[in-house]
């Protein structure tokens, strides 16, 4: 069956332009978290949902980045004003819930010069 | 607050040589713990987990793992690799708590097999 999938997999901003980065989760998934992976990093915690509940938010770096997950299933990660230190690889994954193990997207790698 | 450690950021074997891949945690609550292996321009994939039972964790590709409480480990092994073991292999945690999703990942080793 189909897995987590991400688009644009690849996207250069200019600084200061805004990036949203999206993220289609394996269907029937209720949790969806965003991972942070700079180069040559293991990847950091952004966010998480369940359903189209943000529940936990505290990974995200700064007030110009937001996530959102309006209808429970496919979510966008938008980040504002792009700085040179937010390139990296954003990784999104879903999971059934609680107790399972989650499957990992293929990123967005995410250039800002 | 957790941490994961993983002691080798590169490790280069030979083809059919035993490998072993260092991880050490550091949490005030029990832990869940996890491998994934992550390939070139992909997503990360699930190796093995320990949750709870025996210690001693097999997974996927012929790896196994051990968890030892005492030392707070969770070494990842494989008797034997092949060039197509060749990729970054990543450590994680996750709290044993109510509540608690997030992944806790090291820095990762990047295994190289050497023919």
């Known amino acids: 069956g189909a897995g987590v999938s991400q688009s644009p997999r690849y996207k250069v901003a200019k600084r200061g332009q805004d990036v949203a980065l999206r993220c289609d989760p394996i269907?029937?998934?209720?949790?969806l978290f965003w991972y942070q992976q700079a180069l040559g990093q293991g990847p950091e915690f952004l966010t998480y949902f369940q359903n189209e509940a943000q529940l936990d938010k505290s990974g995200l770096p700064s007030d110009r980045f937001f996530a959102e997950r309006p209808e429970g299933s496919v979510s966008t990660l938008k980040i504002q004003r792009t700085q040179q230190e937010d390139s990296a690889v954003y990784l999104c994954a879903s999971s059934l819930g609680t107790g399972t193990s989650e499957s990992f997207g293929p990123g967005t790698r995410l250039t800002v010069t | 607050a957790q941490s994961v450690t993983q002691l080798d950021s590169q490790v280069p074997v030979f083809e059919e040589a035993p490998v072993e891949l260092r991880c050490n945690y550091s949490s005030s609550v029990s832990v869940y713990l996890f491998w994934y292996v992550q390939y070139p321009n992909q997503g990360l994939q699930l190796l093995l987990k320990?949750?709870?039972?025996?210690?001693l964790v097999k997974g996927i590709n012929g790896f196994e793992a051990e968890f030892n409480k005492s030392q707070t480990s969770f070494h990842l092994r494989k008797p034997s690799v092949h060039i197509s073991d060749t990729a970054e292999y990543f450590c994680?945690?996750?709290?044993?708590?109510?509540?608690?999703?997030?992944?806790?990942f090291g820095q990762g080793t990047r295994l190289t097999i050497n023919p």
């Open positions: 320990y949750l709870s039972g025996s210690t």
């Open positions: 994680a945690v996750r709290e044993m708590i109510q509540g608690a999703q997030k992944l806790v």
């Open positions: 269907s029937g998934h209720v949790s």
